[in-house]
């Protein structure tokens, strides 16, 4: 199968990797036996120039046959990128994650600077840290995150914390900005993160605390990764800040005001905590 090239989303051609497509299957926590048939059956309809995204495709619908849970955590790139048009539903589920790990959080408030007033998409505080956060989102997942902008956030976060520093009590706190994309960074944007002190957080970045990771191993998925909720009842629940699975297992009486039958509730209940469960592989 090594021979078979395949069309990655930004156009590179790649050989098909049988393990990495397993690995993603096996993280949707799929047991081995189905991944193992699912790899078999994709496997057996590959072509040479076979996109990756038909090959998404193809992987969804097998596994959304064989579990629906599993379907929902497979497709969470997707789920990611459903949190827009306008980004604010992305800044509501960053706070959400920060505030599941016990940060206390705020979300689209004007900060005064040193020289000017800042609108920020969250402020998050833990312990002695504080941290300015911007969040960068993008509707398609090639669109890379360029230097620019950590460029433009560190400017932003030099003026906010001269004045944090004057404060009472801030004197001794940690502060820090940081820039969190739903995509992927350019690796000039890496270099200057690394160099300039900003604090970088994507899809894939950094390395086993990527976005992805954080949302796998906290069991915090947004709602968007529900299949048995339409698209409509997705942007409602949306518009009311509910962006967590979890927020529907904490609040399921929200569904009556949707109008949803009581039979479909069942599955959207159903398929939401199993989502909010720690997978392991």
């Known amino acids: 199968m090594n021979s078979i090239s395949v069309i990655k989303a930004n156009g590179d051609k790649v050989n098909f990797d049988r393990t990495k497509l397993m690995f993603s299957l096996l993280k949707s926590g799929a047991p081995t036996t189905e991944v ?27 596994l959304k046959k064989h579990s629906r849970p599993s379907a929902s955590r497979y497709k969470l790139k997707k789920g990611i990128l459903e949190l827009g ?51 960068k989102f993008h509707s398609t997942f090639t669109t890379k995150c360029n230097v620019k902008v950590p460029l433009y956030i560190q400017s932003r976060f030099i003026d906010i914390q001269k004045k944090w520093a004057k404060q009472e009590g801030h004197q001794h706190k940690f502060h820090q900005g940081w820039v969190v994309n739903n995509t992927r960074f350019s690796e000039d944007a890496i270099q200057f993160g690394r160099c300039a002190g900003l604090y970088l957080l994507s899809w894939d970045y950094p390395k086993n605390k990527s976005l992805k990771e954080q949302i ?41 005001e949707l109008r949803i039958t009581s039979k479909r509730q069942q599955k959207i209940l159903e398929d939401a905590h199993n989502l909010c469960k720690i997978q392991k592989i």
């Open 85 to 135: 048009p306008t980004g604010y539903p992305f800044e509501k589920f960053i706070g959400e994650l920060l505030k599941r790990q016990g940060y206390r959080v705020k979300v689209g408030v004007i900060v005064q600077g040193h020289c000017v007033q800042h609108e920020v998409d969250v402020v998050a505080q833990k312990d002695n840290k504080h941290f300015m956060v911007e969040c």
């Open 36 to 62: 193992e048939k699912i790899t078999t059956k994709i496997e057996a309809s590959l072509y040479d120039g076979m996109t990756t995204k038909e090959i998404y495709k193809k992987a969804f619908a097998l």
């Open 216 to 256: 796998s191993n906290l069991g915090l998925y947004p709602i968007t990764c529900l299949n048995t909720l339409k698209k409509s009842e997705k942007q409602q629940l949306l518009n009311r800040d509910f962006v967590l699975c979890m927020h529907l297992c904490e609040n399921p009486k929200i569904l009556n």
